[in-house]
């Protein structure tokens, strides 16, 4: 299960509503910040997440919306929020962008006060542990270097305890060796293998997020199945033409995503002041019928579908 905050949701400028793009994912004990646009800082606060674990941030592109919150985020951190380890993650244009941002305006020079690391993205996997999975793919947006990234849950083999009752393997350790894989040797003197009583393997959930972006044909395969997608929906289908012009999507070409790629819910943020929430809704749902549009703090579980 992940669980998926959002912090920001407007598009291009904050509204009265809505802060800059910002949201957290979460599964275990990891949790990652999705870029960092301005005023992240205080939403942090304000959720009442707080800043501790949060040193992993992924940005989707280098546009000011999504990273001029980095340099305040940094500035505070100087100043009294202890943390060991800053790691950002970006497409080459974002991270010179970052770069000049928090080396050339915030430190100036200065040593940073935690191990700051500036690290590029490419597409693949990022981050891998214990079976969870943290990868990065490309978006079309405006510029280069733009990515979207994957949560990936580890797949598990059901424990099937009927079979196991059947072959006279006891609750307890024993069972807990065969779902870690061992075989074990029950009261009666038989081996019974992990093979006997572990069901075919199940996926983990799968959540995706996309920033920015232009196009969606290039994305149905890495979306395909996932449990939840993140976007953007910036326009509505009347003003189409501009969300082509300035490589964005509207919130039908959003729930198209969704349904060609056969998603289990969609998430639209990037929400622009020129609309009412009530009409992006609408025109997606009438495409794909399970999202929401997502509001400056709401906080949703991703799990599997079935
Ligand atoms: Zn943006
Ligand atoms: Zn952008």
Redesign the pocket.
């Known amino acids: 299960m992940f669980e998926l905050h959002f912090l920001g949701t407007s598009a291009s400028a904050p509204s009265i509503h809505r802060g800059l793009s910002a949201q957290v994912v979460s599964y275990d004990e990891y949790r990652f910040l999705i870029d960092c646009g301005e005023g992240t800082q205080r939403q942090i606060l304000r959720s009442g997440l707080g800043f501790r674990r949060l040193h992993r941030i992924l940005i989707t ?1 280098g ?1 000011l919306d ?1 990273i001029l919150g980095l340099a305040g985020l940094l500035s505070t951190f100087m100043r009294w929020e202890a943390i060991d380890e800053l790691e950002i993650y970006a497409g080459a244009f974002a991270l010179e962008r970052i770069h000049d941002l928090l080396h050339g305006v915030v430190l100036r020079g200065a040593k940073p006060p935690m191990r700051l690391r500036l690290i590029p993205v490419e597409t693949g996997t990022l981050f891998e542990k214990d079976g969870f999975r943290l990868s990065a793919f490309p978006v079309t ?2 510029g280069p270097g733009c990515f979207g990234y994957a949560f990936e849950e580890p797949s598990r083999r059901p424990f099937l305890n009927e079979r196991a009752e059947a072959l006279g393997v006891p609750p307890g350790p024993l069972r807990r060796e065969l779902v870690a894989g061992r075989s074990v040797v029950v009261p009666d003197g038989r081996t019974v293998t992990p093979d006997e009583v572990l069901g075919p393997v199940r996926r983990g959930t799968r959540l995706l997020h996309v920033g ?1 972006c232009a196009k969606t044909e290039d994305l149905v395969d890495v979306c395909r199945g996932a449990d939840g997608l993140v976007i953007e929906a910036t326009y509505l289908d009347v003003e189409a033409g501009l969300a082509g012009e300035f490589g964005h999507l509207t919130a039908r070409q959003a729930a198209g995503l969704a349904a060609t790629a056969a998603i289990g819910h969609l998430y639209l943020t990037h929400i622009s002041r020129r609309y009412h929430e009530k009409e992006v809704l609408q025109e997606a749902a009438e495409v794909f019928p399970r999202v929401s549009v997502a509001r400056d703090f709401d906080r949703f579980e991703i799990r599997r579908r079935d």
């Open positions: 592109h546009h999504h947006h405006r920015d």
